[in-house]
């Protein structure tokens, strides 16, 4: 029961009892609440003078110029130019050159990061998840933690451009690797909400805060490649075409970054280990995990894990921390990593790889990565890297669907075997194969194999898959029945997908087609698939598919440009792996 009047009454009577008048409390809240008002009036009136201070000096005529000539540029506009008027800065630092609207959307970009880093954290808190949601949080924190690394590490660079390491080319292409990856690193985290449907609601209360990040990460890309792309312009219309070449090629220079005691270890023609692996006990550890883990942090200097011939069934990981490190195999028929994580038995595809590598620098020789869960378990990678400037030597990649995840970064594989059905050469990094044998599996009933499943999402990404000099072919088990289980190329995984095939031996089991639909029409405009100079029975392009984004190329000059000189900056970094390479056609 409440009181009608304007008192509260704690007696019993009128006559004996004790009231409380509220009249001077009253009048004592009314003018707390007045007060407040007030207050917050104030404050409404500050953030407006502040926004319209804000505004104002993004107004001016200069700086005006400036945010609006860097934010047309993107794919989101109004986002870029409002992220640069809300910017906390804006007011204590002057807009004078693109340079400066880039860094100032970086910053922005780190504090949207870490604000989904919290939402994945408090998610993870929450009741009546399934174990596969909990893993595919994880895989969240992981791709976010390495957001944030690539943001800091491309303010580094930009802080310094464009004299970082005197190439406008090189610093050019380090800008864009990074937040290519960044973009990458978003849709990786929803992708592991795809098996389920109880995986959706988590995704869709990500999914915000996620694609905010890309698309921030998109402009910011955007930004940087209109920005080096103009400077690169005027630098070669200044110095001629020689500047170009000259930057791109670089096979008779030693990296900067490469120490003196690298440049003798891999001038020699053996390669000492610093720690042996041994499954029987006769080295210093005896599992690959171990010995990762015991290796030193932040290496400049190449650090030698030798695996002696065995097999070694465990997962391994190789952080980001863990940078410069080499895994020698005894041969690749002897030294053998394995395991079987799959999507079917619970894992994500990103998480179901029986080797990860993302500590940059990583390089691997004469070993088999396998992962053995079988065709009926879907996604089961055996390796996914995505360690920049990584590169695989003699090594053997055999599963069945989601073999080789190419994750992101650059990344180069030569004299590799890689064996699979289903989008068996997947992911969004830069990558070329060369020189390697690539061998369609016998797959389960009724499924079609899918050599790649490029994932561009960005038409400013600089990734793609590049298969150069490679045989095409089939297994020995799909071979007699080939004709039961089509074959192609590839097909769109997203929409910018970019795939290139050239200068490779192509066996009969691809279908006159070449490539395969994903869905419907998507991306079939926009997907960018090359051919150049193939040979051999599957290599006629007269009934290949006639997309928009198909081309057969016919010009030397025009493939280049996926050549490892230029893709992936080969040049500059893989005579330092000691491996065999063509930097060009």
């Known amino acids: 029961m409440s009181d009608p009047g304007n008192h509260i009454s704690i007696g019993m ?9 509220t009249s001077k409390p009253r009048k004592k809240l009314i003018l707390l609440l007045f007060t407040s008002f007030l207050l917050v009036a104030a404050a409404v009136i500050g953030i407006v003078a502040g926004v319209n201070s804000r505004e104002n000096i993004i107004k001016s005529s200069s700086t005006h110029s400036i945010v609006k000539s860097s934010c047309s540029s993107t794919f989101y506009p109004d986002l870029c130019y409002s992220t640069i008027a809300n910017a906390p800065e804006l007011g204590n630092k002057a807009i004078s050159t693109p340079k400066d609207v880039i860094m100032m959307s970086l910053n922005a970009t780190k504090t949207a990061v870490v604000k989904n880093y919290f939402a994945v954290k408090t998610l993870l808190k929450k009741k009546g998840l399934t174990g596969r949601e909990k893993t595919a949080l994880h895989d969240c924190l992981e791709t976010i933690d390495e957001t944030l690394d690539e943001i800091r590490k491309a303010k580094e660079d930009l802080n310094q451009y464009p004299s970082f390491n005197n190439s406008l080319t090189r610093n050019a292409d380090d800008l864009k690797t990074l937040l290519s990856a960044a973009i990458t690193n978003q849709e990786t985290c929803l992708d592991g909400f795809f098996y389920d449907k109880a995986d959706k609601k988590v995704r869709e209360s990500l999914m915000g805060g996620q694609l905010h990040v890309e698309k921030m990460c998109s402009n910011a890309l955007a930004m940087i490649k209109n920005m080096t792309d103009t400077d690169i312009a005027n630098e070669i219309a200044l110095k001629g075409r020689n500047l170009r070449e000259n930057e791109e090629g670089g096979i008779n220079e030693w990296p900067e970054w490469l120490s003196a005691g690298d440049r003798r270890l891999l001038q020699s023609t053996t390669v000492t280990p610093n720690v042996v692996v041994a499954a029987d006990g006769s080295g210093d550890y005896r599992t690959v995990s171990a010995a990762v883990a015991a290796a030193p942090e932040g290496s400049s200097t190449r650090y030698v894990i030798r695996i002696k011939a065995g097999v070694y069934r465990e997962n391994v990981d190789v952080p980001k921390k863990k940078t410069n490190l080499m895994f020698l195999g005894d041969g690749r028929t002897t030294t053998i990593i394995t395991a079987s994580r799959n999507v079917v038995d619970g894992s994500t595809t990103f998480n179901s790889a029986t080797v990860a590598v993302v500590g940059e620098r990583f390089l691997a020789r004469d070993i088999t990565f396998q992962n053995t869960a079988g065709p009926s378990k879907h996604q089961a990678v055996a390796l996914r890297v995505g360690a920049d400037l990584s590169a ?75 298969i150069q000099k490679c045989r095409i072919d089939a297994t020995s088990d799909l071979k007699p029945v080939k004709s039961s289980f089509p074959t192609f190329l590839g097909r769109p995984w997203k929409l910018y997908s ?36 193939n040979s051999g029975a599957g290599a006629g392009t007269s009934r290949r598919v006639t997309w928009g984004g198909y081309k057969v190329i016919t010009s030397a000059t025009e493939a280049q440009q996926y050549t490892p000189g230029t893709f992936i900056a080969g040049g500059s970094w893989l005579r330092s792996t000691t491996f065999p390479f063509s930097l060009g056609l």
Not at 13 to 21: N, T
Not at 411 to 424: E, K, L, P, R, S
Request: charged fraction near 20%; proline fraction near 2%; glycine fraction near 8%.
């Open 392 to 466: 695989f030597y003699h090594c053997d990649m055999i599963a069945y669907q989601d073999t080789l995840y190419v994750h992101s970064n650059r990344q180069f594989y030569i004299n590799c075997y890689i064996a699979g059905t289903v989008d068996f050469i997947f992911g969004n990094a830069a990558a070329v194969l060369q020189d390697c044998d690539i061998h369609a599996r016998r797959p389960n009933a009724g499924q079609k194999n899918m050599v790649t499943a490029q994932g561009r999402t960005d038409r400013n990404q600089n990734t793609g898959i590049v």
């Open 13 to 21: 009577s009128d006559s004996g009892s004790k009231h409380i008048s």
């Open 498 to 533: 970019r795939t290139v095939v050239m200068q490779s031996t192509i066996g009969d089991l691809i279908d006159p087609a070449g490539w395969h639909i994903w869905d419907g029409t998507f991306a079939l405009s926009t997907l960018e698939y090359r051919e150049y100079g």
